[in-house]
């Protein structure tokens, strides 16, 4: 399968999320590929070496809609992420967000609760609609369930749709009657 020129945006995106700026010397003939290994210390978003012609596509493609600034300073290339750039990772980060399953269940139930006030109801709509994508169960309105740590995806949502204050999560031994639980999560 060939990989696009948005996925290696969406890769560069990332690294640069992590990395923060970049500088790579300006006078280097490899400019695309230095600067590449540059963002990509942290081998989690880059798996493999990519084409010049496409690279210099992807970064064309992200400077001309503003994601990415390109500068040069002291005789180096700076690479810096653009606010547009940075919401950007964060609407990447929460299309790629997953519960990983682990492979033995630790007994535990994690309910996240809310009250999100009406004037942020676009942000609790936006909650609920990521809980039931992530495979949560809803157990009334305001509280959705599932068997396996979640906390960091939780707090991630929570700070992306900025409804901290209104989201709790409780872990809990026991739920009574949970075997409708345990039958949609194939527990049993």
Same mark, same amino acid.
């Given at each position: 399968m060939r990989e696009r020129y948005g996925e290696i945006a969406k890769n560069i995106l990332l690294g640069l999320a992590i990395t923060g700026a970049v500088a790579v010397a300006a006078t280097s003939p490899y400019f @695309?590929? %230095?600067? +590449?290994?540059e963002i990509s210390k942290n081998r989690?978003? $880059?798996?493999?070496?990519?084409?010049?012609r496409k690279l210099k596509k992807a970064f064309e493609k992200m400077r001309k809609n503003k994601l990415i600034i390109?500068?040069? /300073? %002291?005789?180096? $290339?700076?690479?810096? @992420? +653009?606010?547009?750039? /940075?919401?950007?990772v964060k609407e990447i980060q929460l299309d790629n967000l997953k519960i990983k399953r682990p492979p033995i269940w630790d007994k535990?139930?994690?309910?996240?609760i809310f009250d999100i006030p009406n004037k942020k109801n676009r =942000?609790?709509? =936006? #909650?609920? #609609?990521? #809980? /039931?994508? #992530?495979? $949560?169960?809803?157990?009334?309105k305001s509280v959705w369930v599932i068997p396996y740590p979640c906390e960091n995806e939780i707090q991630f949502l929570a700070e992306l749709f900025n409804v901290v204050p209104f989201v709790n999560i409780i872990i809990a031994d026991k739920i009574t009657n949970d075997l409708k639980l345990k039958k949609y999560f194939k527990l049993l």
């Open positions: @695309l590929l %230095n600067l +590449t290994k989690k978003y $880059f798996k493999k070496e990519w084409d010049k390109l500068s040069e /300073k %002291n005789g180096k $290339f700076i690479v810096e @992420l +653009t606010e547009k750039g /940075k919401r950007k535990k139930w994690r309910m996240v =942000a609790r709509e =936006a #909650l609920r #609609l990521k #809980l /039931k994508e #992530l495979g $949560f169960y809803q157990l009334q």
